[in-house]
């Protein structure tokens, strides 16, 4: 059976952990915006709910990614 490379989402290096943590918070920092209307309006939870789950699922893959990091790193010491 051939070697196959390790995957960035399961086994990611600091530049994918730092690239990937870059776009999470440019992306929730623009649904925010969109969704506050640049913080001229309040948040409405029913109005904007579809983007608060977005925000929510890619904060839980972000924390996924970091996870991950740490745990190839504590066990390739």
């Known amino acids: ?3 196959q490379p390790a995957l960035w989402y399961t086994n990611p290096s600091l530049k994918v952990v730092v690239i990937f943590i870059f776009i999470w918070l440019m992306g929730n920092m623009l649904i925010l915006l969109a969704m506050t209307d640049f913080f001229r309006s309040g948040f ?3 109005k904007h709910l579809p983007r608060a789950l977005l925000i ?3 904060t ?3 924390l996924k990614i970091i996870r991950n990091y740490f745990r190839t790193r504590t066990t390739s010491n």
Do not use: E, V, W
């Open 56 to 58: 929510l699922a890619s």
């Open 60 to 62: 839980i893959s972000t």
């Open 44 to 46: 409405q939870p029913g």
């Open 1 to 3: 059976m051939k070697n």
